[in-house]
């Protein structure tokens, strides 16, 4: 009997130490990987869009990094309220003319090295490259200013569950936001990307 219970006493403790083990390495783990995660990048812009707008919006993939989409969102108003459709398209070629203007991209962390993608909207329309396909289209409500306390914003968002994120491989893959040449008198538009790169 005494030797029985000192063997149970001695698997118990094995048992409450390697579960003590076990804890103290994850939370070791928990902490190291805070500083692991994939460096990631933010943009935003406002601007106004040409009469009859085809790409309005564009993110471009880089020469080093793989470029992994998490996140596009827009919302505008119109002079004359209505509906547009909007679509997601990628590109195996990017745009051409136009007038890009650059958008200024921000790091979550101060110590990442700069971003290698580039985003840029415009305010003339510029000649599409090669479309792969159409990864969404939405027919948005766009209303006037003085209502656009009612304008609700559009977000696609990649990457969740079990999807995968949006990728762009190389300067060549783009992913751009189209309005399909809709008439949008007075338009101004604001749009938001997250994005990870490694």
């Known amino acids: 009997m005494k030797r029985l219970k000192h063997l149970l006493i001695g698997a118990v403790f094995a048992l409450v130490w390697t579960a003590t083990a076990f804890a103290q390495t994850s939370v070791v783990q ?74 200024t991209e921000v790091a979550s962390d101060s110590g990442n090295s700069a971003n290698t993608a580039a985003v840029a909207h415009y305010t003339a329309d510029p000649t599409a490259g090669t479309a792969v396909g159409t990864l969404s289209i939405v027919s948005l409500s766009i209303l006037a200013p003085a209502t656009a306390v009612a304008n609700q914003p ?40 997250v994005w990870m790169e490694k």
């Open 30 to 103: 928990s902490v190291e990987n805070v500083g692991n995660k994939v460096a990631t990048y933010y943009s935003a812009s406002s601007f106004t869009l040409d009469t009859t707008p085809n790409v309005v919006w564009t993110i471009t993939g880089s020469s080093t990094r793989t470029v992994y989409i998490k996140s596009i969102s827009i919302t505008c108003t119109m002079t004359t309220a209505g509906q547009v459709n909007i679509s997601v398209k990628k590109y195996s070629s990017a745009a051409s003319g136009g007038t890009a203007v650059a958008t």
């Open 154 to 193: 559009q977000v696609w968002r990649f990457g969740e569950k079990e999807d995968q994120y949006l990728v762009l491989r190389g300067t060549a893959q783009q992913v751009g936001l189209d309005f399909g040449g809709a008439t949008t008198t007075g338009g101004v538009c604001q749009v938001s990307a």
